[in-house]
């Protein structure tokens, strides 16, 4: 049971889960307000570098790589090794055993149960004056789109902190 939840349980949830958080970041926000995030909060820019890894190849790795996984997990179902005792030859003691279509069901189950907060949270976290999530994804194409960073990072009820004397006291 453990393997099961090993080759299920993990890798996919993790590997969607990253490319959502891509595809937000690169996309939704995009790479010009998380660059003008991090010179805000660092006082220079990222590099070309990184905002092209942010929107192109990382996305496109996790896709391969989830693609890749996908394939091998249906052309060859998950194993298990077991035991078989001894006979004349000595040579295989032990036998890879595939798992029941039940326990590879339950695997899948448990990949659904992981993402299943995604929609979820995006159904119970949308604006009440707008379309949502759907709206952001369809504004985050419009070229001349930038967030006010301070409006982004203030929350009702936060203290700002304009001076570090006034912090530090």
Same mark, same amino acid.
């Given at each position: 049971m453990i393997t099961i939840f090993d080759t299920y349980g993990m890798n996919i949830p993790i590997l969607i889960l990253a490319l959502c958080e891509c $595809?937000? @970041?690169?996309?939704? %926000?995009? &790479?010009?307000?998380?660059s003008k995030a991090i010179e805000d909060m660092q006082g220079s820019k990222p590099c070309l570098f990184f905002t092209i890894c942010w929107k192109y190849i990382s996305p496109g790795l $996790?896709?391969? /790589?989830?693609?890749? &996984?996908?394939?091998?997990?249906? /052309?060859?179902?998950?194993?298990? &090794?077991?035991?078989?005792?001894?006979?004349? &030859?000595h040579a295989n003691l032990v036998e890879d055993v595939t798992f029941p279509l039940s326990a590879q069901l339950?695997?899948?189950? @448990? @990949? @659904?149960?992981?993402?299943?907060?995604?929609?979820? %949270? $995006?159904?119970?976290n949308r604006d009440e004056d707008t379309?949502?999530?759907?709206?952001s994804c369809a504004m985050s194409y419009k070229k001349d789109r930038h967030y006010d960073m301070e409006e982004l990072y203030y929350r009702p009820g936060m203290k700002l902190v304009e001076d570090k004397e006034e912090h530090d006291a």
């Amino acid at each position: 049971m453990i393997t099961i939840f090993d080759t299920y349980g993990m890798n996919i949830p993790i590997l969607i889960l990253a490319l959502c958080e891509c $595809l937000a @970041v690169g996309w939704v %926000f995009g &790479t010009d307000n998380m660059s003008k995030a991090i010179e805000d909060m660092q006082g220079s820019k990222p590099c070309l570098f990184f905002t092209i890894c942010w929107k192109y190849i990382s996305p496109g790795l $996790l896709i391969i /790589i989830f693609c890749i &996984t996908f394939v091998q997990n249906m /052309i060859q179902a998950p194993s298990y &090794t077991v035991y078989v005792g001894c006979n004349d &030859t000595h040579a295989n003691l032990v036998e890879d055993v595939t798992f029941p279509l039940s326990a590879q069901l339950v695997g899948w189950a @448990v @990949v @659904v149960m992981a993402l299943i907060p995604i929609p979820i %949270f $995006l159904v119970l976290n949308r604006d009440e004056d707008t379309l949502g999530f759907l709206k952001s994804c369809a504004m985050s194409y419009k070229k001349d789109r930038h967030y006010d960073m301070e409006e982004l990072y203030y929350r009702p009820g936060m203290k700002l902190v304009e001076d570090k004397e006034e912090h530090d006291a």
